[in-house]
């Protein structure tokens, strides 16, 4: 059922950088599981006279990132000081980027597994992308706060986009696609469980009032980091909004933007403050440090490095493997199981190949049973036995030689699964576990005969039914060649020498 109102959303997007050391001092930027204010120095903490020293590995990393999503690099680009007093930020300000940002502009594509009525794609347009050092963390135990300070100095990206995002799940979705971009260019691990992907949500709705369309006051959704609380805080704010309008609420008189926390426990959200606007920051150009230029030839060689992107490999391995749109999304979605797979579709087709079997719709039809093998049969047992898939002892040249040996038709799907278990196990090459354990499928036809006229002699009343017209019986017979042959026989050879006898 449609919403009597429409949504539109904006997103500020932190993201927190792999790099070695903090943003602007060499404090190691490894934080996890470290005691709390042990990786900090004077820099970081904000001494008198300290000097900060911009971190070379961070900048290039939002450039990167910005060529990424299609931003303008800004041939120059500046840090400014962002003022305001905060207990986890040591100097009274903040460094970050205000008028002169590292990039402007880009925008990303995305495809939306939205409910009909919905619109199934977007585009989604930035309006900027700058640098800026994170705060310190707050943890509250009971009645007392404290501050770790490992935190503060981290690089972060901040990029926001334009109000082009329409729906909760759209939001989600959007977020999901730039934290692939991260994973894929090695700037950010990107998790938002772990605080490397914070977002800050803008939400206003527009309705239909007395035939005048209003748009209420924007809410600003602070500090979501999960993908679930991202939508479901949006689904309820906007919500809100729209009740507290239509019952003559704060909405219809208030002009500035509010900020409200997310609570998960209750599904609610709270108001927190008003929201200031840049004038209450009183940014200046930061003293201590020079501004940044890129060159053409600069920009050219960041862009020369970037890796192929989730979206153009998505239709990669739509067009030259000829899978299945799920299946493409669901490779590429994990780096590390994408790159698994399109090792294992090359060595296949020099398997194939060299066994001579290898056409046009062998090809084809192979590297969706790859695909098939790999995301129904491979990753199943690996989340089973909790092995991750780098640390799987299975090489690529080794599963695409099982999947050649099934397309090849050399081993049944249930010999396949004892296979790849004892591959998994063990590493043990492919061919080898199938000679010792004698399953490579019989296909001598006089063998086979023979095990159909055994089954058939000894099940008089199967194929009396069978002659009556129940063909479903025919598959009881089956099922007991293979049992005969302890599952060695070609299925499909089976039937047909089964249908042939039972015609006569």
């Known amino acids: ?69 299609e931003c303008t690099i800004n041939p120059q680009s500046k840090f400014d000081r962002k003022n305001y007093f905060y207990p986890d930020l040591p100097k009274g300000y903040q460094i970050s980027q205000y008028d002169q940002p590292l990039g402007i502009g880009g925008h990303i594509d995305i495809e939306v597994p939205a409910p009909e009525g919905q619109r199934t794609s977007a585009h989604i347009r930035f309006n900027r992308l700058h640098m800026e050092e994170d705060a310190a963390k707050l943890m509250h135990d009971g009645a007392d706060s404290l501050v770790d300070y490992n935190r503060g100095g981290t690089p972060l990206m901040e990029i926001v986009t334009e109000p082009d995002i329409r729906s909760p799940l759209e939001a989600k979705t959007f977020l999901q696609e730039l934290r692939l971009i991260a994973r894929y260019l090695g700037v950010s691990d990107a998790d938002m469980e772990k605080g490397h992907l914070r977002c800050d949500a803008n939400v206003s709705v527009q309705l239909d009032q007395n035939g005048v369309r209003v748009t209420t006051p924007i809410s600003e959704i602070k500090n979501l980091n999960s993908f679930k609380a991202v939508e479901s805080a949006l689904i309820y704010e906007a919500e809100r909004l729209y009740q507290d309008y239509i019952a003559g ?79 493409a999304h669901i490779l590429v979605d994990d780096k590390a199981l994408a790159e698994f797979f399109e090792k294992s579709a090359s060595e296949l087709a020099e398997w194939m190949s060299t066994d001579g079997v290898l056409s046009a719709d062998s090809q084809t039809k192979s590297y969706q049973l790859l695909a098939n093998w790999l995301l129904n049969r491979f990753v199943a047992i690996l989340n089973d036995k909790k092995i991750p898939l780098v640390d799987t002892k299975v090489t690529p040249e080794n599963f695409a030689q099982l999947i050649a040996r ?70 009881f017979l089956v099922g007991q060649v293979m049992k005969e042959s302890k599952g060695t026989a070609q299925p499909e050879m089976v039937k047909e020498i089964l249908k042939g006898i039972l015609s006569k």
């Not at 426990?265 to 501004?291: C, N, S, W």
Request: charged share 25%; with cysteine.
């Open 249 to 327: 609420g704060e909405t219809q008189t208030r002009k500035n933007k509010i900020t409200v926390g997310w609570d998960e426990q209750k599904g609610v959200t709270i108001m927190q403050r008003g929201k200031e606007e840049a004038h209450d920051y009183r940014y200046f150009p930061e003293p201590d440090l020079p501004p940044l230029h890129f060159s053409h030839e600069d920009i050219d060689a960041l862009r020369a490095s970037l890796p192929e992107l989730p979206a153009h490999r998505r239709e990669r391995f739509q067009t030259e493997y000829t899978i299945s749109k799920a299946d």
């Open 406 to 475: 099934i397309a090849e038709k050399k081993i049944n799907s249930s010999s396949a699964q004892e296979v790849l278990g004892i591959m998994i196990d063990t590493g043990a090459d492919t061919d080898q576990i199938i000679k010792e354990k004698g399953l490579e499928q019989v296909s001598d036809e006089g063998l086979i005969k023979e095990l159909c006229e055994k089954v058939i002699n000894a099940n008089e009343k199967v194929v009396a039914d069978i002659k009556a017209g129940k063909e479903n019986a025919l598959m």
């Open 1 to 69: 059922m449609p919403l009597p109102y429409d949504t539109t959303i904006g997103l500020e997007i932190h993201v927190q950088l792999k790099t070695a050391s903090k943003m602007f001092c060499r404090c190691s930027n490894d934080s996890e599981g470290v005691q709390p204010n042990t990786l900090i120095c004077p820099i970081c903490v904000g001494h008198p006279g300290t000097l900060p020293v911009i971190n070379e590995q961070a900048i290039t990393m939002g450039a990167r990132m910005a060529l990424a999503i």
